[in-house]
């Protein structure tokens, strides 16, 4: 969006100027010429920074690599690292809020610069690593994938995919609290909204309670990256 200017770069600390408002990734590297370690962070500058009622959380802490979230005139986002979610415990970052009741998140995903990374929608009974979940997320080199977790800290399922989408795409989770179900949809972009919804697999019995954590999510499938 524009230029940053760090007023001392070589200094512990240091102020720094941004030349217009925006998202800022910042990198910062220390050495003692012997040992080089090196971190970024994501800076947005403006007004309307992110809501306090959104919670952005890493799942399985890599101390090298951590992953924000944020929110920036109704734009979000999100970046991670971790393993994924394949397995029996979730390795991604999360920018979610808390729903009771009936519910439903629809978001347009735009950018992913990773082949193999996945980014997409979220539905979890809590923040806990091995929580009871489902994850609709698109992997720019395979393609859309629903996940679930039906069973706290027990290994994950690949409900349903689809091959041959490209980006902008549009997302959307949808859970009915009476029944416990959660049902996935995508939708073309046509001009900055969505096209005809076509449903992801069937409806899924996500047991949740009656309060769920919904909202974003991205990892790089990976614990080398952001």
Known sequence: PGTATFES?????????????????????ASDTQFTVSDQVIVVVGA????????????????????????YGGHFSVSGAGGGYTGTSDGAHVMVRQVSGDS??????????????????????????????????????TGLQLRARTNGSTADTLVASASGLSLPLWLKLER????????AWYAADNAGTPGVWTQLGTATAIVMGDAAQIGLTTTNNSTAGV
Do not use: K
């Open 48 to 71: 309307n920074l992110v809501a306090a009622d959104w919670i952005t959380q890493d799942l399985s802490p890599i101390s090298a690599r951590r992953g924000q979230g944020l929110e």
């Open 176 to 183: 009915t609290a009476a029944t416990e179900v959660v049902t």
């Open 104 to 141: 439903s998140i629809v978001a347009r995903l735009t950018n992913l610069p990773t082949a193999t990374a996945l980014s997409g929608l979220t539905m979890r009974d809590s923040l806990a690593r091995g929580a009871i979940r489902t994850v609709l997320g698109f992997i720019p080199a």
């Open 9 to 29: 770069p070589t200094n512990v600390t240091t102020a720094v100027a941004f030349s217009s408002s925006g998202t800022y990734t910042l990198r910062i590297t």
